[in-house]
C-alpha cells in the first residue's frame, strides 16, 4: 500500500497524510486553504476567538478551499484563579514589564475585568457549520458535543501528551488522537497530570500510544522533513502534525520578525516556559522570557497573563523587537525550510515517496 494512504487518510478524505497544526492567534485562512488544497488537512485555531468571528473564518476558510479542514478550540479555556484575579495582581504584574513600553513608547494598559468566554459556545458555531474535523487540545469535550459531532458526520480529533491520556480520548469516542511530544512548538495540550510532568519525547510518545489505543495517531512535535515523516510512521502513526515548519511560510499567519527569527541564528535554542502566557509553551529563549523566568515571580492565571504579554508585543513587533515578544517554535525550527507552501509539501512528497517502505496492503 502507498505510504500516503491509511484507515486515517480515508476518514479525513485527504490525500496525504499531512496536517498542518492549529495556531491560536497565528492562524491564517490562506494557510489551512493552501494545505488543503494540497491535499492535506490544513487547520485552524481558534480558541482565542469569539463565536461570531469563528463562523466567518469557517465561511472565508470555504470561499478558498472545497477539501476537508480542521477547526481548532481549547478545550480548557482558563486556569484556576482567573475569575478572581484583582486589579492588584494586574498592577504587580505589569510593573515587571513597565520599563518595557516606556522605553517602546507604548502607553501601560489598563485593568480590565477578566471577561470569560465559553468553549461550548464556540463549538457550537462548529458543529452548526458541519465543519469537516474538530480538533482539540487541554481535554475532553462533553460526551454531547462529540454525540453530537458523530451525528453530523464531524471527525474529531483529541491531543495526548501522555498515553493516558490518550486512552482517556479514545474512550471517550474521538476518532484520532494527536500524539504531541515534547519536541513541539507551542503549549503543551495536558490535561491529566501537570505539563511539567508531560514531557514525553515524540519518539518514545508515538510507539506507547500507537500500541496502547486501537484509534488511528497523528504524531506531532519536532517533524519538519521527509525524514521526520517517515520516521513518525514507521513509528506507528498514521500521519504527522507539523507546526513550526508551517509557521515560517509566507503565507502563515506570523509577523516578518517571527519568521526571521525562526531561521536565524537562536532559532535552535527554545524553552519551554510558562512566563508568556500562564501556562506550559515552547518558544525560542529571548530576553523576556529570560526577564520573567525567576520560580518565586508571579504569573497571572491564564489567560491573563497571555493578554498581559499579548499588550507589550503589540508595540514590541511594530518596533522589531523580537526580544520583547514571545517567538513560538519548536526545537526542529532550525530544519524548517518553507516558504512557499505548496512547493514544500511537493518537495516533502516527492522525498516521502522516495525513501518510504511500501506497507503490505
Ligand atoms: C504558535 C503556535 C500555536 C499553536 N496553537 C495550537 C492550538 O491552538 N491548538 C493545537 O491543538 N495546537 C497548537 N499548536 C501546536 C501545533 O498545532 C502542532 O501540533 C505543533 O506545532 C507540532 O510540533 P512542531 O512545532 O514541532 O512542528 C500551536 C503551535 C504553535 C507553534
Known amino acids: 500500500m502507498a505510504w500516503n494512504r491509511n484507515r486515517l487518510t480515508a ?22 486553504a493552501a494545505v488543503s488544497n494540497f491535499g492535506g488537512l490544513g487547520s485552524f485555531g481558534a480558541h482565542g476567538l469569539p463565536p461570531e468571528a469563528i463562523r466567518d473564518v469557517v465561511a472565508e476558510i470555504r470561499g478558498l478551499t472545497a477539501r476537508p479542514f480542521a477547526m481548532n478550540l481549547w478545550v480548557s479555556m482558563e486556569d484556576a484563579g482567573a475569575r478572581t484575579s484583582d486589579a492588584a495582581a494586574f498592577e504587580r504584574s505589569l ?17 480590565e475585568p477578566y471577561a470569560p468566554r465559553r468553549f461550548e459556545d464556540q463549538v457550537r458555531v462548529l458543529i452548526d457549520a458541519r465543519v ?67 514531557l514525553t519525547g515524540t519518539f518514545s510518545l508515538v510507539p506507547r500510544i500507537a500500541d496502547r489505543v486501537a484509534i488511528p495517531v497523528i504524531a506531532a512535535g519536532g517533524v519538519a522533513d521527509a525524514r521526520g515523516v517517515v520516521a513518525a510512521l514507521v513509528l506507528g502513526a498514521q500521519a504527522v502534525q507539523m507546526g513550526t515548519v508551517f509557521l515560517s511560510c509566507e503565507e502563515s499567519g506570523s509577523s516578518a520578525i517571527h519568521r526571521d527569527a525562526l531561521s536565524g541564528d537562536r532559532a535552535g535554542h527554545t524553552a519551554l516556559t510558562r512566563v508568556f502566557t500562564g501556562r506550559l509553551a515552547r518558544g525560542i529563549h529571548n530576553r523576556l522570557m529570560g526577564e520573567l523566568a525567576p520560580k518565586d515571580a508571579e504569573l497571572l492565571p491564564y489567560p491573563l497573563q497571555r493578554a498581559l504579554t499579548k499588550s507589550l508585543a503589540v508595540p514590541a513587533e511594530a518596533a522589531g523587537r523580537a526580544d520583547l515578544m514571545p517567538l513560538w517554535a519548536g526545537q526542529s525550527a532550525p530544519l524548517a525550510a518553507c516558504t512557499d507552501v505548496k512547493a514544500f509539501l511537493s518537495r516533502l512528497v516527492e522525498d516521502v515517496t522516495a525513501v518510504a517502505p511500501r506497507r503490505p496492503r
Open 11 to 32: 476518514r479525513l478524505g485527504i490525500e496525504y497524510p499531512i496536517v498542518q497544526g492549529p495556531f491560536s492567534g497565528l492562524s491564517c485562512q490562506r494557510l489551512t
Open 95 to 111: 510593573a515587571r514589564l513597565a520599563g518595557h513600553f516606556t522605553s517602546l513608547g507604548a502607553s501601560l494598559p489598563g485593568y
Open 132 to 198: 469537516p474535523v474538530f480538533s482539540f487540545v487541554f481535554g475532553v469535550p462533553p460526551r454531547e458535543i462529540l454525540d453530537e459531532c458523530r451525528t453530523q458526520g464531524i471527525v474529531t480529533v483529541g491531543t495526548a501528551t501522555t498515553p493516558e491520556e490518550a486512552s482517556l480520548l479514545e474512550q471517550a469516542g474521538v476518532d484520532a488522537v494527536v500524539a504531541s511530544g515534547f519536541e513541539a512548538g507551542g503549549h503543551r495540550g495536558s490535561f491529566l497530570r501537570e505539563a511539567e510532568d508531560s
